[in-house]
């Protein structure tokens, strides 16, 4: 990430662009200087070809379980997944046995989700199961494995009765959020890469899977020492933001204040998203002004909201508008009060996701990006921001985007 130390005492992160040729490329990919004297940075990262393992399930499993979420014996591991993901959910439960630890498999039917959110009435969407209880407020340990044979499955349903389902489910997720930040429960997110996310990246689906696997450093011949090395990468930015209070993002259509002051930098080095690669903390709920566009579209719950545009007013949503979906954006907002505080600001650091895939497992992932969330704030940050919703967006400052600058 680009910096320069002013004399003001202000640093600044300058986003000129995110993959360069130069050899003095930074972690970010961009040039680093500082004051005015340029000094390189280290030398540009250099990736081995990707060599898939003979058995990548294993290696996958295996990482999943002993790196992400750090099984131990005795715990009691939920795993979820669709039925397409069933080679590696199968991987995944001989990996949490060989760890002396209980598996609980719950595979999900790719259709049924879809067809409750369009058919059942309002009693049955506000339903929360046992099941959905014992994950998040029992289970020491959860790994899900997204695998969607359609991501646009939930494309027609009424906005109205997703916000019941998600509304109904708001208690729960807090409660997540915290057992995640007192350590009580570890967790990990990643995806089985099926054609459905190929064809949404515009990828062939072996391209697509050999791009997912480079990402999680799978190719890797020690791929959790790698995000290791990652994690110190990363623990270097935020040293420099561990004292930070004000930041401004300034680029096309945007310039948006907000303040961090008091709050904690996470290193997300893959221990609760998989593939990783990003730092992010807690904006203060009530600082965020000004206006900002994202550069992405955001892709929830089957609908491509594209060209959004938010204005803050001390630290609200007080005006939004979308070149596409519109209707979707509005109704998101209106969800809970929560929604419309900012409940994440983070900085994407994996050079290895270089180019958008619409799943935002990845794409916020990016290099030399940044993005949002609207919605819950994870209590290990310092935010104190509730909501039933958490929805990232992505803002893309380099070169090929018309150039931007996050000053801290």
Known sequence: MPWRQRRSGVTRFEYRCRWSSRPESSALGCRRQRASQARHARPRHRRSALIVPDSPLTAWANVLVNYCTEVQPGDVVAISGGTAAEPLLRQIARAVVDRGAHPVVLPSLSDLHGYLLSQANDDQLAYVS????????????????????????????????????????????????????????????????TAAYAQDANMATDTFAAFFFA??????????AAWRAVHREQATL??????????????????????VAGRTWINSDGHRNFPSGEIFTGPVEDSATGQIRFS????VNGREIAGVRLRFDAGLVVDASATQNEAFLLAMLDTDPGARRLGEFAFGTNRDVTRFTKNILL??????????????????????????????????????????????
Not at 130 to 138: G, L, M, T, Y
Not at 296 to 299: D, L
Not at 369 to 380: I, M, Q, V
């Open 130 to 193: 046992p099941v959905e209880r014992f994950i998040r407020q029992e289970a020491d340990v959860l790994i899900s494995v997204s695998a969607a044979t359609n991501t646009r499955a939930l494309a027609d349903v009424d906005p109205a009765r997703q916000a019941i389902w998600t509304r109904a489910r708001s208690d729960l997720r807090q409660s997540f959020m915290q057992r995640s930040a007192m350590g009580a429960m570890r967790w990990c997110g990643t995806l089985y890469p």
């Open 238 to 259: 935020i040293e420099r933001l561990a004292d930070a209070d004000k930041i401004q993002i300034t680029g096309t259509e945007t310039d948006l204040r907000l303040s």
């Open 296 to 299: 992405y579209p955001a892709i």
């Open 215 to 224: 990402a999680c450093k799978l190719h890797e011949a020690d791929p959790a």
């Open 363 to 408: 794409d916020e992932k990016i290099g030399g990006t940044l993005h949002l969330a609207l919605g819950a704030g994870y209590p290990d940050t310092g935010s104190q921001n509730r909501s039933a919703i958490h929805w990232d967006l992505i803002c893309d400052l380099g070169a090929e985007a018309g150039g931007g600058l996050v000053e801290v």
